[in-house]
Structure formats: C-alpha cells, structure tokens
C-alpha cells in the first residue's frame, strides 16, 4: 500500500500539514463522512498522537489510513444486521488493522464474549467487506487478506 499521504517527503509543504493534522482525528466523526458512518456504542472521539505517523523501523507498519469497524450482533433472527459497536482503528501498509496507538490490537469494549459476532471493515473511498455471519469471526484472516488485497488497488 502506498502512505504519501503520511510521508512528507511527497508534498509540498502546506498540503503536507494539511493532511496531517486532518488525519490525527478520527475522519469518520465529521462531516461529511459522519452522514454514511454513524458511530454505534462509542462516543470516545479518536485521535491520533502525530508521532503514531512516524517512519517505522519495518517500513511495512507504517500507518496509511483510517478503516471503520462495525462488530454486528448474529444472534437475531437476521444475523449481521444489528450493529452492536462501531470503532475507528488505523491501517498499517502490510493490512493489518490496529488500534489508534498504531501497535495494539483493536478490542471492543464491554461485549458479551459467550455471543458470535460479524465484523465489517469499511473505508471511505473502498467497498466494505465483511465476514461471514454463520463464520462466527472464524475466518477473520481471510478478511483482512482481503482488505490488503482491495486497497492496494
């Protein structure tokens, strides 16, 4: 996956900043993307420390992007259809989905561990995607893989 956007190296300088300060808070909260990704169970605002968009050592962690999560309770009649919690996390440029410090897992909080879920991973300018609800989070890999897959077109 390409990161100009986070690289400094590959703007000018004034839209660099721009960028960057657009992209410590959660992009999903605000208009006009709040009007297609409404928030569920989760009313902490996202934000990001400008250091989580350094240049990493493994150059394949560096964060690239904002991705919203929505967790989808399978346990009503229509499994998949009711969302349970929603989460802004980041991208990685290798795929991987990680919470707002740019190393630790994404969690949702308070949520029934006894119950099965469906997990879809949306983007603003990507088609989502999301896993099978008869799957029970099983085949959450091959999702992932997916997402890696999609958005490095």
Known sequence: MDDKLRNSGHMLPVYFLRAISYRLVNPYRTAPL??????????AVETIASSVLNDQVDATTNIVDWVFLELRDNST?????????TRSALLRRDGVIVDIDGISPVYFKDIDAGSTYTLVVRHRNHLGLSTD???????????????LLILRS
């Open 34 to 43: 709040n009007a297609s990704f409404t928030h569920v169970n989760n009313s």
């Open 133 to 147: 609800p008869t799957a029970n989070l099983q085949h959450l890999e091959l999702l992932l893989l997916w997402v």
């Open 77 to 85: 009649g229509n499994p998949g259809s009711h969302k349970v919690q």
